[in-house]
């Protein structure tokens, strides 16, 4: 429950961050360019193919992770 939570308040926070047109740096996210616990970024809400997200700037790799995953 206090997961749900937590990525539901990340969410929000998120959401007002991209409403204004910022994307979050990958240090900031937390980012690898591997997986975390079989979280994939190609398996993500966010992420825009080939290598883009709606979230962390620059170029990501669909197999990458960040704190932010969501399951599309």
Same mark, same amino acid.
């Given at each position: 429950?206090?997961?749900?939570?937590?990525? *539901?308040? $990340? *969410?929000?926070?998120?959401?007002?961050?991209?409403?204004?047109?910022?994307? $979050?740096?990958?240090?900031?996210?937390?980012? $690898?360019?591997?997986?975390?616990?079989?979280?994939?970024?190609?398996?993500?809400?966010?992420?825009?193919?080939?290598?883009?997200?709606?979230?962390?700037?620059?170029?990501?790799?669909?197999?990458?992770?960040?704190?932010?995953?969501?399951?599309?």
């Amino acid at each position: 429950m206090t997961h749900t939570i937590m990525r *539901n308040f $990340l *969410n929000v926070i998120n959401e007002t961050h991209i409403s204004y047109g910022n994307k $979050l740096s990958k240090q900031s996210a937390n980012y $690898l360019d591997y997986a975390m616990s079989g979280e994939k970024c190609k398996n993500c809400q966010h992420f825009i193919a080939p290598n883009r997200c709606e979230i962390v700037e620059g170029s990501i790799s669909p197999t990458g992770w960040c704190k932010y995953f969501e399951e599309d």
